[in-house]
């Protein structure tokens, strides 16, 4: 594409001075406007300015705004999200970015609903910006003041921004849970607005491409989809303290990386008392002793104590010592927050009068902390504080009433809490917030290193799963070493899941995929496949299926072993009669699928796990379709490995390669033109937390050259 912009303007060289950009967010930046003065787009056809959550999409969006002030835009409407909160964060940052600038009087900064009512023609004739949120009254103010106060500035040229343009912005789908309604008159406005300008251009900005599979012009093509595409897409570049998915699901599978120690399984019921109060189940004696409030407990010990040890090493260092914060979001109604925030203030009251007492039990809470920590904090290169130092400071930040939780479930309260650069305020150094829908996206949170997340994984849509996700962002990875991600063990898997289906868009995007679209599947009333649509797609099910992907049940225990020893003998017979002696053969696919219905009558799943064998039947036939029905088998038998893994979590690697010749290596070696099953005889010992049986442990490796896909067993 032809360089066309000027690059040495007022505004962007006022930016790149401040802000220092570095090459690829300056190229991302002029390749964006490079675009949108050569291409027309519209919102059924927008620039597309893709990042990750909480990834600086802000922060370059916001230098577009400069560049495209240089080359011949005269306004920009920024389009935010609708809240009041967003918007005062949207306009603290506006001022900090061009404070200069506006000093100046070279640029103007205005919130629709607060514009003057004389905006002097002196005033109009700088570069202006207008906040403006996605909601039909402001939408409304906008007409007004473009075509009837100020009418002069519809022959100026104006960027529409619209930030965070997720599927919540974009549905068409007629949903309950969301004002699609007012969505379609909020679009229809913008259309009308825009085409009684003299010129316009739009941009959309967002962290979930999902939307774009989302628009209701989709196209079949036999399994494919293809999606309405953006005029063009550019890429927000990852900077070097980014923490996301990757480090939360692919890094966490690595015991040599802190991320091995975030996740910590909190149980349902543990939720279940975070909804409303009840006296019968949460007593008013120490919350400290109640069984059932364990994981809540650990929660926020281990906050405390992840505060103190890193404040502990920054003292030391002779660093700045830094606040630290703990989101709960777990309901989304303001009865239960009020509950939330008394029996988060009783659980530390109560810390402190066992601190204060000198009690052996305030002792154990802080070692079983300070050991859980200890594990991921050594991994790092700073000096671990000693025990004993650490139980004095986190005695010492109790008596001073270091930890504080606030409730935040209303715009208002948030405006209140927002500080000069638009992010929640920490007041002191260790901050719980309790809040639900108004935490979701657009506001930052700062060294946020605990959180407690239990929203209903049956209502999950991948925008929302992202935008919930705070604890993305950038972050210091010592930090990381003390933050603890709270959750159910089905939420979760919900969470790893959506988290490689949007790793499978964004490959999409930057191998240049998207154009031909993606294959979306489902399962049909004959329990085989079909193309599905996929704005029907129920994200909390789907899977993502690319070459050589790992797919096999987790977290169960096997039947007794009087019930199921018929059962597995059979099994083994099969299979020695299928391999001959052999460790490797090539079976048909409808007998592997009855071999997998045999096994799960064999196994008991944990609350939370479940293993839906109709999917995995689905999904072979997939595979296999087109080709020789078929499927290579790896049998390895006298195996042992332990039920639960060192963090107590269920063990999920039962094929782990030991070198090039364990079976997953040779799994994926056979694994060319046809998908792969090991199946695994474990001897199920007692000593490893089994029940004394010997069962199977099927795990399916797809082949090399499949097509990616997105596959759901339910559909809305």
């Given at each position: 594409m032809?360089?066309?912009?000027?690059?040495?303007?007022?505004?962007?060289?006022?930016?790149?001075?401040?802000?220092?950009?570095?090459?690829?967010?300056?190229?991302?930046?002029?390749?964006?406007?490079?675009?949108?003065?050569?291409?027309?787009?519209s919102a059924n056809r927008p620039g597309m300015l893709l990042g990750k959550v909480q990834s600086g999409k802000t922060r370059t969006f916001l230098g577009i705004m400069g560049l495209a002030y240089d080359n011949g835009y005269d306004i920009v409407v920024l389009l935010t999200k609708g809240t009041r909160a967003l918007v005062k964060q949207t306009m603290s940052r506006l001022h900090l970015e061009f404070d200069q600038l506006i000093r100046d009087d070279e640029m103007q900064a205005f919130d629709i609903m607060n514009l003057p009512s004389n905006v002097s023609r002196w005033e109009r004739k700088q570069r202006l910006a207008i906040v403006v949120k996605k909601e039909t009254n402001n939408m409304d103010r906008l007409q007004a003041t473009l075509f009837d106060k100020y009418p002069d500035l519809k022959d100026k040229n104006v960027l529409f921004i619209d930030d965070e343009a997720d599927f919540a912005s974009v549905s068409y789908e007629k949903n309950k849970d969301k004002n699609v309604v007012e969505q379609r008159v909020i679009a229809s406005k913008i259309d009308a607005l825009r085409k009684n300008?003299?010129?316009?251009?739009?941009?959309?900005?967002?962290?979930?491409?999902?939307?774009?599979?989302?628009?209701?012009?989709?196209?079949?093509?036999?399994?494919?989809?293809?999606?309405?595409?953006?005029?063009?897409?550019?890429?927000?570049?990852?900077?070097?303290?980014?923490?996301?998915?990757?480090?939360?699901?692919?890094?966490?599978?690595?015991?040599?990386?802190?991320?091995?120690?975030?996740?910590?399984?909190?149980?349902?019921?543990?939720?279940?008392?975070?909804?409303?109060?009840?006296?019968?189940?949460?007593?008013?004696?120490?919350?400290?002793?109640?069984?059932?409030?364990?994981?809540?407990?650990?929660?926020?010990?281990?906050?405390i104590t992840g505060s103190v040890l890193r404040r502990l090493q920054q003292h030391t260092a002779g660093m700045k010592q830094e606040k630290y914060a703990m989101v709960v979001h777990t309901e989304r109604g303001k009865a239960a927050h009020e509950w939330q925030e008394e029996l988060f203030n009783k659980i530390i009251a109560d810390i402190r009068e066992a601190a204060e007492a000198g009690a052996q039990e305030f002792q154990e809470y802080v070692n079983a902390s300070y050991e859980n920590?200890?594990?991921?904090?050594?991994?790092?290169?700073?000096?671990?504080?000693?025990?004993?130092?650490?139980?004095?400071?986190?005695?010492?930040?109790?008596?001073?009433?270091?930890?504080?939780?606030?409730?935040v479930n209303s715009d208002k309260e948030v405006e209140e809490l927002l500080d000069a650069q638009g992010q929640l305020h920490l007041r002191t150094p260790m901050n719980i917030f309790i809040g639900g829908q108004i935490l979701d996206r657009g506001v930052t949170i700062r060294n946020m290193i605990g959180f407690i997340y239990g929203r209903n994984p049956a209502s999950f849509q991948q925008d929302t799963v992202l935008q919930h996700s705070r604890m993305y962002g950038a972050r210091s990875l010592d930090d990381m070493a003390v933050t603890r991600l709270y959750t159910t063990s089905a939420i979760y898997d919900v969470m790893e899941r959506i988290h490689e289906f949007d790793a499978e868009l964004r490959n999409a995007f930057l191998s240049g995929g998207h154009d031909r679209g993606m294959v979306f599947l489902r399962q049909d009333r004959t329990k085989g496949i079909a193309p599905c649509s996929?704005?029907?797609?129920?994200?909390?099910?789907?899977?993502?299926?690319?070459?050589?992907?790992?797919?096999?049940p987790k977290g169960f225990q096997t039947g007794y072993k009087s019930y199921i020893r018929k059962n597995v003998n059979g099994i083994s017979a099969t299979i020695d009669q299928w391999t001959k002696g052999e460790e490797t053969g090539f079976v048909s696919v409808e007998k592997v699928k009855q071999l997998l219905f045999d096994i799960r009558e064999t196994l008991v799943f944990d609350e939370g796990h479940s293993w839906d064998v109709e999917e995995y039947a689905s999904i072979l036939d997939y595979l296999t379709m087109d080709k020789e029905e078929g499927v290579w088998i790896i049998v390895r038998k006298n195996r042992n490995i332990r039920r639960t893994d060192s963090e107590g979590r269920p063990e999920d690697a039962p094929d782990t390669p030991s070198g090039g010749y364990g079976e997953l290596a040779v799994a994926r070696r056979m694994a060319q033109e046809h998908p792969a099953l090991i199946l695994l005889q474990q001897n199920g010992r007692e000593e490893d937390g089994w029940r004394g049986a010997k069962f199977w442990w099927p795990v399916f490796v797809t082949q090399a050259n499949m097509e990616p896909a997105i596959y759901t067993a339910h559909n809305v």
């Open positions: 032809t360089q066309q912009v000027q690059t040495n303007g007022r505004f962007y060289s006022y930016l790149k001075k401040k802000n220092n950009y570095k090459k690829a967010y300056l190229d991302a930046m002029e390749e964006t406007v490079n675009h949108l003065k050569q291409e027309q787009t300008l003299q010129w316009s251009s739009y941009l959309q900005v967002t962290a979930t491409p999902y939307s774009l599979y989302l628009q209701p012009e989709e196209k079949e093509e036999q399994m494919r989809f293809a999606p309405v595409r953006p005029a063009f897409t550019v890429l927000v570049p990852v900077h070097d303290q980014y923490v996301g998915g990757e480090f939360y699901f692919d890094d966490s599978e690595d015991p040599s990386s802190p991320a091995y120690y975030l996740y910590r399984d909190i149980r349902q019921s543990d939720l279940d008392l975070m909804k409303k109060k009840d006296g019968r189940r949460v007593k008013r004696e120490n919350a400290l002793k109640q069984k059932n409030l364990t994981n809540v407990n650990e929660a926020v010990m281990n906050f920590l200890s594990r991921s904090l050594t991994l790092r290169s700073e000096p671990l504080p000693s025990r004993n130092a650490t139980v004095h400071a986190v005695k010492e930040a109790l008596r001073e009433e270091m930890a504080v939780v606030t409730t996929p704005n029907k797609i129920l994200l909390s099910r789907l899977t993502s299926l690319h070459p050589h992907k790992r797919l096999l």
